[in-house]
C-alpha cells in the first residue's frame, strides 16, 4: 500500500487505528483471560459432586475389595464375603462410570482431566480380568495388591487434574487434601497386607519390606500435607491423630515393623481390624469435611475476581476512550519520538545487550555502564518505555552475573568436595598397605584387596568432580606407560572388572603427561559398557596402531542405543557442552568429553549390527610413543607397583604359604605379556 500521497489527516488517523486497535484486542483478551479463572473457581462444586465424591467411594470399595482378595489368596478357600464385595464395588464403579462420562465434568476439566478420565476408565476395565485371575490362583498376592493398587493410583490421578487453579493458596489446599488421601491410601495397603499374612501366618517374600516402606510413606505423605492446611484444620487433624484409635493403630504398626519379617505377624488379626476401620472411617469424614470447606471458600473468591474483571474492563474501556483522544493531539510527535525509541531499543536489545549477555556468561569482565547505556528519553511515557527497557536490560545483567556466580561457586563446591574426597582416599589406601602388609589370613587379604578396589573406584569418582570443576586430577607420569597397562589399569577401575575381557594390543605407550587422562577416560567408556549390558556378556577390548594413533575399541552386548541417542552423544563428544547440573544422567558422557578435549583425544560411538554398542577411542598421535623397555610407573597408583588389573601391590614380608582363593583373572591376549611387575604373591586382583 503506497502511503506517500496520503494527507496528513489520513496518516495521523491510521497512526491513531492501529494501536487503539491492539489496545482494542489486549482488552478483550486480557478480559476473556481473566474471566477464564473465576469460571475454573465455580466450578470447583462439579469437581466434588462429579469425582471427588463418587471417586472417593469407588476408592473405599476397592481397598476393601482388595483387603478380601489378598485374605482369599492366603487361604485356600473362596471366601464369600469377597463376592459380595465384588457387587458393591461394580455399584460404586458403575456410578463412577456414569459420572466421568457426562459432558459436564469434562467441559469443567479441560483436555487435561478428560485424559486423566480416558486412563481411568481404561484401568477399571481391567477389574474383571484381574478378578478372574484371582479366583483361578493363577496370581499370587502381589500381584493382587499391585492390580487394585494400580486402579487406586489413576483415580488419584484424576483427582490432581482438578486441583490447578488460578488462587495458590486454594491449590495448595486442595493437593494437600489429595495428599491426605493418597496417605491413606497407603493406610489401606498396609491393611491388605497384614490381613493377607495374618491369614497365611507369615508374611510372603517382600511384603514385609513393602509395609515397611507404605507405613513410612503414609506418614511422611500425611505430615507433609497437613502442613498445607489452614491453621483451624491443621489443629483438627492434630486431635484426630491423638484419639485412641490412632495411637493404637500406631503402636500395633511399630509392634510389626519391629517383628522378624519372616515369623508369624505379631498382631491380632480382628484388633487391627477394628483400629484400622475405624482410623480409615475417621480419615475418609475428614477429608470429606474438609473438600466441602474448600468448595465454600472457593466461592467468595471467584465473586472477587468478577468485580476485578468489571472494574478492570471499565477501566480499560476508558484508557482506550483516552488513548484515542491523546493519540488524536499528539499523533506527529508521537511517531518522531517512537521512531527514535524503537531505532536505539533494537540496537540495545539485537546487538549491544545480546553481545554483554554472553561475555558475562563466558566470565568476561565487562564495563556494563559503557556496553550498556540507559536509554533516556524523557520524562512522559515515551521516557518510561525507555526506563522499563533499562529496567530489563539490568535484569537481564543480573540474571548473567548471578549464573556466572552460581556456575563457578559450583565448581568451587565441586573441586574442594573432589580435593577433600581424594585426600580421604589416599589416606584409606596408606592405611589398606599397612594392613596388607601385616595380614597372613588370605581370606581378610583377599576383603582387602576387594575393599582396595572400591577405594581406588572412590578416587576416580573423586576425579569426576575435579574435572566437573574445570581443573586437573593430580595424578600424574613423567616417562610413558604401556598401552596393555593404561587399559588394564582402567579395567581395575570397573565395578565388573571380571566381566571384560582384553584382546589383542599391539606394543605401544602413552605419553606420561596423557596417562592418568586416558585411564579415565577408558574406565568411564568400560563402566558404561557393563553397567549397559546383560551381567552374563562379556565385554571385549582391542586395539590397533593406525597412522593417525592407536585406537582403542571397548564393545558391549547390551540393548545399545537408538540411532537419533548415537548421534546425540557423538555430538556431546565431539563438542562438548557447558555442565548442567540438571543433566545428571549424562555425568560420564560429559566427563569422557571433557577429557577428550583435553587431550585432542577422538571418543566415537557406534552400534552394532548384532546389538550393543562400542565405543571407538582414538588417541591422537602425539601422545603415543614405542612401549617403555622397563616396568613402566604403575596406572593406578604412581607411588607403587600395579598387579595384572593395575591396582597398587604392596611389598610385604614373605610368607610360609600363603593360598589366593579363585578369582577371574582378565583374559589377556597370549601373544603379549603385560611390562607390569607381577606381584610377589601372584595377585592381581584389587
Known sequence: MDTHDWSIRAKLTALVVTPVAALMALWIFTTTLTLGPALDLLVSRTFLDDLGRP????????????????????????????????????????????????????????DLLGGRL???????????????????????????????????????????????????????????????????????????????????????????????????????????????????????????VAGEEFVRLRAMQQTLLSADPSGRPSVDGRAWLTSYEAVQQQLHEFELRQADRLTDRVLPVAATILVRLAAAGVLGLLAVVVSILVALRVGRTLVRRLTGVRAAALEMAEHRLPDVVA????????????????????????????????????????????????????????????????????????????????????????????????????????????ILAGAVPGRGWRQPVAVLDVVRGAVSEVEAYDRVDVGELPPAGVEGRAVADVTHLLAELIENATAFSPPDTRVQIVGQQVPKGYVVEITDRGLGMSPGAVEEANRRLTDPPDFDPADSARLGLFVVARLAARHGVLVTLRAEQLGGLTAVVLVPADLITDEPPGPPVPVARPSVPVSRLGAPIRPRPARRTRERPDQTVLPFAPARTSTVQTAPDGDGLP
Open 55 to 110: 471417586g472417593g467411594t469407588a476408592v473405599g470399595e476397592l481397598q476393601r475389595e482388595r483387603r478380601l482378595s489378598m485374605v482369599q489368596l492366603a487361604g485356600t478357600k473362596p471366601l464369600p464375603a469377597l463376592a459380595e464385595q465384588r457387587r458393591r464395588t461394580d455399584s460404586a464403579v458403575a456410578e463412577l462410570r456414569r459420572r466421568i462420562g457426562g459432558e459436564r465434568l469434562r467441559d469443567a476439566g479441560g
Open 359 to 466: 561475555r558475562l556468561r563466558r566470565g568476561e569482565q565487562v564495563d556494563v555502564a559503557r556496553e550498556a547505556p540507559p536509554l533516556e528519553y524523557g520524562a512522559d511515557e515515551i521516557g518510561d518505555v525507555g526506563r522499563a527497557f533499562n529496567e530489563v536490560r539490568r535484569t537481564a545483567v543480573s540474571a548473567a552475573v548471578d549464573e556466572v556466580t552460581l556456575r563457578r561457586g559450583l565448581n568451587e563446591v565441586f573441586l574442594n568436595l573432589a580435593r577433600r574426597s581424594q585426600g580421604l582416599v589416599h589416606r584409606q589406601l596408606a592405611l589398606l598397605d599397612g594392613m596388607e602388609r601385616r595380614t597372613e589370613d588370605p581370606d581378610e587379604l583377599a576383603d582387602l584387596f576387594r575393599v582396595d578396589h572400591l577405594a581406588t573406584r572412590l578416587r576416580r569418582h573423586a576425579e569426576d568432580l575435579v
Open 118 to 240: 480416558d486412563r481411568l476408565a481404561g484401568a477399571l476395565d481391567t477389574l474383571p480380568t484381574g478378578r478372574g485371575l484371582i479366583d483361578r490362583r493363577q496370581v499370587d498376592r502381589g500381584d493382587a495388591n499391585a492390580l487394585y493398587t494400580g486402579v487406586i493410583g489413576v483415580v488419584f490421578e484424576a483427582f490432581h487434574a482438578t486441583a490447578h487453579g488460578p488462587e495458590p493458596e486454594l491449590t495448595r489446599q486442595a493437593l494437600a487434601l489429595i495428599g491426605l488421601g493418597r496417605a491413606r491410601e497407603l493406610l489401606a495397603q498396609t491393611d491388605a497386607l497384614v490381613a493377607g499374612a495374618v491369614t497365611d501366618g507369615r508374611f510372603a517374600e517382600g511384603e514385609h519390606l513393602r509395609m515397611a516402606q507404605a507405613i513410612g510413606n503414609e506418614r511422611f505423605l500425611a505430615e507433609t500435607s497437613v502442613a498445607d492446611l489452614p491453621a483451624e484444620d491443621r489443629a483438627a487433624y492434630e486431635r484426630l
